[in-house]
């Protein structure tokens, strides 16, 4: 009997025991992140940690939403060593796209590394929120990801999504809200970007991520 199975959404698995979640290995019997691997049935599967990742974070909390599905083209800000990054690349496969932007050169390398296993991600040395400085080097994109700790988390994000999202893409946010700003509630300031978002754009998800990440919380659109 096989141990793992399909979860409700696009490229997601579990385990019918637990509450483990996995992505199809892309690069059998490589693990990056000295991830658990598991076999079941010739396939291999990769276990996606929600304390390492906001977006296993979001759907161990219960979103449904993600968007994120086979050859679709993905835009990371705040790529940082590549950890999530890596299970999306195994979520778009072989002919999907992931360009990965980042403005850290040490952690950009470390992503270049990965990139010569995985030849669907892109490392791009860039500051997110200066969009026009890396618009020659991508593509209009299918799904924006971002996970940047800065105070005007909320600009850039706009601003890449105004500028590479398709119509009818996903743009998933993960606010850090103790870089926005320490004193206030947490809770405060994620319905504070909620509406704000709300204003221009249509929020289909809404998730606060403790226990697996504290002071976080994933706002998912959809770029009508």
Same mark, same amino acid.
């Given at each position: 009997?096989?141990?793992?199975?399909?979860?409700?959404?696009?490229?997601?698995?579990?385990?019918?025991?637990?509450?483990?979640?996995?992505?199809?290995?892309?690069?059998?019997?490589?693990?990056?992140?000295?991830?658990?691997?598991?076999?079941?049935?010739?396939?291999? @599967?990769?276990?996606?940690?929600?304390?390492?990742?906001?977006?296993?974070?979001?759907?161990?909390?219960?979103?449904?939403?993600?968007?994120?599905?086979?050859?679709?083209?993905?835009? @990371?800000?705040?790529?940082?060593?590549?950890?999530?990054?890596? @299970?999306?690349?195994?979520?778009?496969?072989?002919?999907?796209?992931?360009?990965?932007?980042?403005?850290?050169?040490?952690?950009?390398?470390?992503?270049?590394?990965?990139?010569?296993?995985?030849?669907?991600?892109?490392?791009?040395?860039?500051?997110?929120?200066?969009?026009?400085?890396?618009?020659?080097?991508?593509?209009?994109?299918?799904?924006?990801?971002?996970?940047?700790?800065?105070?005007?988390?909320?600009?850039?994000?706009?601003?890449?999504?105004?500028?590479?999202?398709?119509?009818?893409?996903?743009?998933?946010?993960?606010?850090?809200?103790?870089?926005?700003?320490?004193?206030?509630?947490?809770?405060?300031?994620?319905?504070?970007?909620?509406?704000?978002?709300?204003?221009? @754009?249509?929020?289909?998800?809404?998730?606060?991520?403790?226990?697996?990440?504290?002071?976080?919380?994933?706002?998912?659109?959809?770029?009508?």
């Amino acid at each position: 009997m096989s141990r793992i199975t399909e979860h409700k959404l696009f490229e997601i698995f579990k385990e019918k025991r637990g509450r483990r979640i996995f992505t199809k290995n892309l690069v059998r019997g490589r693990a990056p992140f000295a991830e658990r691997l598991v076999r079941d049935k010739g396939t291999e @599967y990769r276990e996606f940690d929600p304390t390492r990742s906001k977006l296993a974070a979001s759907i161990m909390k219960g979103s449904l939403n993600i968007g994120i599905k086979q050859n679709d083209v993905v835009l @990371y800000l705040g790529v940082a060593h590549g950890y999530t990054a890596s @299970y999306i690349s195994d979520m778009i496969g072989e002919n999907g796209l992931l360009f990965g932007i980042d403005p850290a050169t040490r952690v950009v390398r470390d992503l270049v590394f990965l990139s010569n296993d995985r030849k669907n991600i892109v490392p791009i040395l860039a500051n997110a929120n200066k969009p026009n400085t890396y618009s020659n080097r991508i593509c209009q994109a299918d799904i924006i990801i971002q996970d940047v700790s800065q105070k005007n988390q909320l600009e850039i994000f706009r601003k890449n999504v105004n500028t590479f999202l398709k119509k009818g893409g996903y743009g998933l946010l993960a606010i850090k809200a103790r870089s926005i700003d320490m004193s206030r509630n947490p809770k405060e300031i994620f319905i504070e970007f909620r509406k704000q978002l709300e204003r221009e @754009y249509t929020v289909i998800d809404y998730r606060i991520l403790d226990p697996f990440e504290k002071d976080h919380c994933m706002i998912i659109i959809k770029n009508q």
